[in-house]
């Protein structure tokens, strides 16, 4: 009986432990799925930029390329993020201004390259040559006329392992040739689950995927091939599966002396419940408590299959919530770059009609010099007529300032010019709003050391924004103010409009972040604003009262009295 006992436990505990397993191995396969997706339309993403593309057809320069990369690389998280150009040369990469740069390093043998070349995307796990860190590699070719490539994406899975190992989870992660690559026991990392033939061997050394690892001379971990999703190893069994987004095969295993305890453990209870059958009616109440106890453990058993199924859906959730943000953040890239085409072609605009206005005003002013005399309502007219050109000759002046390209230099500037140009800027606006604008100004120089160019930018921003916030609002009122505050200069700004949440006020100065409707707006005017004071030693401050108003500071440290220099 007691044998008989112990044979049936023991194939309950390994279908237990199977069912087990099996939810394991979902578990793990949708947070590998989860963490790889999540960068995977970043190289496509990346090569519709203008840089990038700029950059593979020499349009460009490389430096730019090599800040952009930097930039997207910290905003997402990824570990590194590079261009090869058609040759397999890596040409810029976000690690540029580092010791393990990937600039000039030739990757042309990796599998990923080869990939994304010959059918548009790539992805492969590889040790990487040059900083020996291992990673998960993402591809995708950038078509440009006559000069294509390829934009990498290195994703270190690393925290997933580590994770593994804190929770004490036996599973481990292969390659679709079955070599182990990331596993929750160290002792099994880099090790083949079957022995590799000398073709696949040759492959992997040919790539270079795990190079110094003394692949060949390691020992494989299956006693023998599975058998259809079933494996076991010298001391545990395991389940294996399938992961699409890598093509590779997840492996969840579970020590087999926990099993053998189980089936012991049931031979003993059937031996002693046999005895208390044989015994007295004490045998029957044994029999009735055990079967309370099979019954608790199947409640136990549902209880964490539905904690699992949530804890699935959640994570569903969160990837179905990536996939949106994702989405969004490559409609705002998109729009930027119309804005950037619209800003140059306003640049050449402005180019084309201030040729005309001056020659319009020249024989304005021609004109005036042959009127008869005693006539008195020709020269009125002709008045009125150049004092317009002259507006329109302002207007076109401040835009082209506006959109020229201003390098971070300091020279010494009265700050009233400035906030007086970004006021004209903004002027056709303000009249559409409703609004005149009250510019309170000293009647003495204020010298800062600054770029006036990008002083008026800061200021016509923040004029737009609260021209936006006072739009719904029945008496918009809209102020500048420039003061001196001891040894420093202050530009204020308020405007009694809509006013900004409380929750929303620490966000607002990020990349991105924008309380206006959909397709109004970027989220990047306070970023750029707050990037261009720090090239200037100043400060931005944002106070705000929800339906009373907003009060944008700017403050500049005053030029030295002696210092001249640009």
């Known amino acids: 009986m007691a044998t008989l006992a112990w044979f049936a436990a023991q194939s309950r505990a390994v279908a237990t432990a199977g069912h087990e397993l099996d939810q394991t191995l979902l578990l793990t396969t949708r947070a590998v799925e989860a963490e790889i997706d999540r960068l995977r339309a970043l190289p496509s993403v990346t090569g519709e930029d203008a840089r990038i593309r700029g950059a593979l057809s020499g349009t460009g320069t490389l430096q730019e390329a090599n800040a952009y990369l930097q930039a997207v690389s910290a905003h997402t ?122 073709a696949v061997l040759g492959s992997l050394t040919g790539a270079r ?19 259809g999703a079933d494996a076991r190893g010298d001391s545990w069994i395991a389940r294996i599966g399938q992961v699409p987004a890598t093509g590779g095969q997840v492996i969840a295993a579970r020590p087999l002396r926990g099993v053998h305890l189980v089936a012991w453990a049931w031979a003993a209870l059937a031996a002693l419940a046999t005895l208390a059958v044989s015994a007295t009616l004490h045998g029957l109440e044994q029999r009735r408590q055990l079967i309370a106890m099979r019954l608790s453990q199947s409640e136990k058993m549902e209880a964490m299959v539905i904690e699992r199924t949530a804890d699935l859906g959640r994570e569903i959730e969160a990837r179905k919530q990536a996939e949106a943000d994702l989405r969004r953040t490559q409609e705002a890239l998109i729009h930027t770059e119309k804005m950037a085409a619209m800003g140059r072609m306003s640049a050449a605009i402005v180019h084309e009609i201030s040729q005309p206005l001056a020659a319009m005003e020249a024989t304005l002013a021609a004109a005036e010099l042959g009127i008869p005399p005693g006539d008195t309502r020709t020269p009125a007219r002709i008045t ?35 906030i007086r140009s970004a006021l004209d800027l903004v002027l056709p606006r303000a009249r559409t709003v409703g609004v005149a604008p009250v510019l309170h100004l000293p009647g003495e120089p204020v010298p800062a050391m600054a770029g006036g160019v990008r002083i008026e930018q800061v200021v016509a921003n923040l004029l737009l924004n609260a021209l936006d916030a006072v739009e719904a609002v029945a008496a918009p009122e809209v102020s500048v103010t420039l003061a001196r505050e001891g040894n420093a200069a202050r530009i204020t700004v308020c405007d009694n ?6 929750e929303d006020l620490p966000r607002v100065e990020d990349p991105f972040f924008s309380t206006k409707q959909t397709g109004e707006g970027l989220g990047l005017g306070l970023a750029i604003c707050k990037a261009i004071l720090a090239d200037f030693r100043g400060t931005l401050d944002i106070r705000s009262i929800p339906q009373e108003g907003t009060r ?15």
């Open 77 to 198: 998280g990824a570990d590194v993020l590079y261009l090869l150009d058609a040759s397999g040369q890596t040409i810029a990469a976000s690690n540029w201004n580092l010791p393990e740069s990937f600039v000039g390093q030739n990757y042309a043998f990796r599998p990923y390259f080869q990939e994304a070349m010959q059918s548009g995307f790539g992805s492969y796990y590889a040790i990487g040559v040059t900083t020996g860190v291992p990673g998960y590699f993402l591809s995708a070719r950038v078509e440009v006329a006559g000069s294509p490539g390829v934009v990498v994406v290195k994703l270190d899975l690393q925290p997933l392992q580590e994770t593994w190992r804190a929770a004490e989870a036996d599973v481990a992660l292969a390659d679709e040739h079955g070599v182990v690559f990331l596993s929750a026991r160290p002792e099994w990392q880099y090790r083949p689950l079957v022995a590799l033939p000398e």
């Open 209 to 227: 995927t795990y190079e110094g690892v003394g692949l060949d001379a390691a020992t494989p971990l299956l006693i023998a091939p599975p058998e």
């Open 384 to 418: 009125k007529a150049r004092d317009m050109i002259r507006r329109m000759q302002r207007t076109t002046k401040h835009l082209r300032s506006f959109a020229r390209k201003d390098r971070v230099e300091l020279s010494r500037i009265d700050l009233r010019a400035p």
């Open 497 to 502: 409009g809509s006013g900004i949440a409380a």
């Open 552 to 566: 944008v500071s700017v403050t500049l440290p005053l030029a030295d009295p002696d210092d001249d220099r640009t």
